[in-house]
C-alpha cells in the first residue's frame, strides 16, 4: 500500500505532527483475534486500535468509518485486499520512513528489525520503535516486521495475547 496524502498526494504532509486529543472511537468491530476500534473524522483516518475482546461493537457513525470497517473486513476475508484509506498521522520524521518502508514489504514476507534499520540507515531499536508506535496496525503492516531469531515484539509488547495477534496476521498473509 502506498500511502496517500488527503491534501496534496505527497507522503510526508500526511503525517501530523504535534499533541494528539484522545477521541471516541467511530466503530467498533470484530477481527478474529479480538476487537479494533476505529478512530477518524468525516476525512481521515487517525487510529486502529486493538481492544478487549468484550468491549461492545459500536457500528460506525460516520461514513469513513463504515468504509474502514469494510476494508478490514475485506482484509480478513482475503489477504490479498490493498487497503486504500485517506491517513492522517502524528509521527516523527523517522517514524514516517519507517511507516512508508513497512508498506513496501510484500503480503506474506516478513523483514527483520536489522535489515529494516539497514536500509533506513538506522538502529533496530530505533525501527522496533517506529513499528510499536504505528497507529494504524494492519493498514500500514507492522506485524510483518520481525526479529532475526523470532517474531519479536508487537505493540511495545511481547507477552502472549500481542504475539498471538501477531502470529494470526502472518499466518493469515501466508495462506
Known sequence: MALRDTENGSFGSRFHLGYHVCMD???????????????????AVL??????ANARALAPRNPLAKEVSRQLAA???????????????????HQRKVWQ?????????????GELAAQL??????VGQACGNN??????????VVSKTGLGGFMHRADV???????WLLTHERR
Open 161 to 167: 495475547g500481542a504475539l498471538d495477534i501477531k502470529r
Open 47 to 52: 487510529g486502529i486500535e486493538f481492544i478487549p
Open 25 to 43: 472511537y467511530q466503530a467498533i468491530i470484530a477481527a478474529p483475534f479480538g476487537k479494533l476500534g476505529i478512530r477518524c473524522t468525516d476525512d
Open 75 to 93: 482484509y480478513f476475508a482475503n489477504a490479498d485486499f490493498h487497503f486504500n484509506l485517506p491517513l492522517k498521522l502524528e509521527g516523527t520524521e
Open 101 to 113: 518502508a513497512m508498506c513496501a514489504i510484500p503480503r506474506g514476507q516478513t523483514q527483520s528489525y
Open 121 to 126: 540507515r538506522s538502529s533496530a531499536r530505533a
Open 135 to 144: 497507529p494504524v496496525p494492519i493498514v500500514i503492516p507492522c506485524h510483518r
